[in-house]
């Protein structure tokens, strides 16, 4: 995977800290078991629309039978996405949606002393943060701006796996909703 192409945390972060998101990590065991369940998939199965009267060697029918494994997968992948973002996202994106909300909570509770070993920490100058501006919070500002662009772009692997599992279980999870939406134009054009 190319840098370029991959979102950044701050990028992931709206669909991470999503809570139904978050929720779909426990999904896959309460999903497997809801496949299971005889009564569930017959609900799910007739629901609003009726019973399916698509002959099963109909690519149509064959895949609306699958209905349920597109919604068990895609809860799937977005609870790997969810669980592996809340492992590997640094803790200041997760809690920030951006730089300047990390400056203005986090920023004023950090001492010049911290923000010279946080300069440090990302390879920039603190003293020659300090010669161009003389006003401390200006200086702090900046070493923060820069501490966030570097959080929120480190670990490219972890930050490609997870846009690949939202990704891929957004996808999923949109094939029985476009199949069920189109279901519905249908009947109405039958009916009316």
């Known amino acids: 995977l190319r840098t370029r192409i991959i979102p950044t945390w701050a990028s992931l972060r709206s669909i991470g800290n999503s809570r ?21 998939t017959s609900l799910f199965d007739g629901g609003l629309l009726g019973e399916t009267h698509h002959r099963s060697d109909d690519a149509w029918g064959k895949i609306w039978e699958l209905k349920l494994y597109f919604v068990y997968f895609g809860l799937l992948y977005l609870g790997a996405g969810s669980g592996l973002y809340q492992l ?19 920023g004023l509770a950090m001492s010049p002393g911290f923000i010279q070993s946080l300069c440090d920490i990302i ?6 943060l300090m ?4 006003d401390f919070t200006a200086v702090r500002n900046e070493c923060l701006r820069k501490h966030y662009a570097v959080l929120s772009a480190e ?3 972890s930050r490609g796996a997870v846009a690949l599992c939202f990704a891929a279980g957004l996808f999923l999870l949109s094939i029985p909703s476009i199949m ?12 009316g």
């Open 123 to 128: 390879d920039i100058s603190y003293s020659r």
């Open 20 to 40: 139904a998101v978050q929720a779909s990590a426990v999904f896959p065991i309460i999903g497997y078991l809801i496949l299971l369940s005889s009564q569930f």
């Open 131 to 134: 010669i161009a501006n003389s």
């Open 180 to 191: 069920t939406v189109l279901k519905i134009m249908a009947l109405l054009i039958r009916r």
């Open 155 to 157: 670990s490219k692997y």
């Open 88 to 106: 590997r996202c640094p803790r200041q994106i997760k809690k920030h949606g951006d730089w300047e909300d990390y400056a203005r909570v986090d």
